[in-house]
Every structure is written in structure tokens, then in C-alpha cells.
């Protein structure tokens, strides 16, 4: 199983973007995906994980600003990043947690926030 991920970029303060995580190989039908992000210096955390069913998992300060989502149809899921902030710039990485194959980690995608 493979990650590729999407859409990171340049946003100023105040800004949305949506991230996006694109699983290929073979792939069970229970599975969770989300993401994490790694900013210099900090260890990486936790920034959303939503399981086959849909039920999600923030980290807490990120809750109201950050939404996941999945397309099981093409396995696909996504974070839409609102009201972002400065201390928001990390590196995100896709997640997945697939049956009988184990955890997967995408490439990684720049996300700065800056005016």
C-alpha cells in the first residue's frame, strides 16, 4: 500500500486549505486514515484520524478549525484546514492504518502559514 498526498502550499493567516491522501495497492476494506504534522523542531503529533465508519479523532486544540473526511470509493481522505495559523506550518503527513499490511506513512507536504 501506497500514500500520496496533496495540496499543500502557501496560505496567509486567516486562510483554508485542503489537504488530500490518495491510498493505491490493495487494501482491505477496514482501514483508518488521517494525518499528522511535524513543525521544525517539535515532534510529530497527531492531527486527525477517521476510521472505516467514519468516526474521527482530533487532536484537541485542532477541533473547529480542522476537518476529515474519506472517500471509501476511492480511498481517498482529506483535511480541510480552516481559520489557519502561523503555528500551523509543519509538515503533514498522510497516515494509514490498513489491515494485514500495517501503518503506512506518505511523503509528506509542505504546508506554510505566512503573510
Known amino acids: 500500500v501506497q500514500l500520496q498526498a496533496s495540496g499543500g502550499g502557501l496560505v496567509q493567516p486567516g486562510g483554508s486549505l485542503r489537504l488530500s491522501c490518495a491510498a493505491s495497492g490493495t487494501i482491505s476494506s477496514n482501514y483508518s486514515m488521517g494525518w499528522y504534522r511535524q513543525a521544525p523542531g517539535k515532534q510529530r503529533e497527531l492531527v486527525a484520524v477517521?476510521?472505516?465508519?467514519?468516526?474521527?479523532t482530533y487532536a484537541q486544540a485542532l477541533k473547529g478549525r480542522f476537518f476529515v473526511s474519506r472517500d471509501n470509493a476511492k480511498n481517498v481522505v482529506s483535511l480541510t484546514m480552516n481559520s489557519l495559523k502561523p503555528e500551523d506550518t509543519a509538515v503533514y503527513y498522510c497516515?494509514?492504518?490498513?489491515?494485514?499490511?500495517?501503518?503506512?506513512w506518505g511523503q509528506g507536504t509542505l504546508v506554510t502559514v505566512s503573510s
Open positions: 477517521i476510521g472505516t465508519r467514519g468516526s474521527a
Open positions: 497516515y494509514g492504518a490498513f489491515t494485514g499490511v500495517g501503518v503506512r
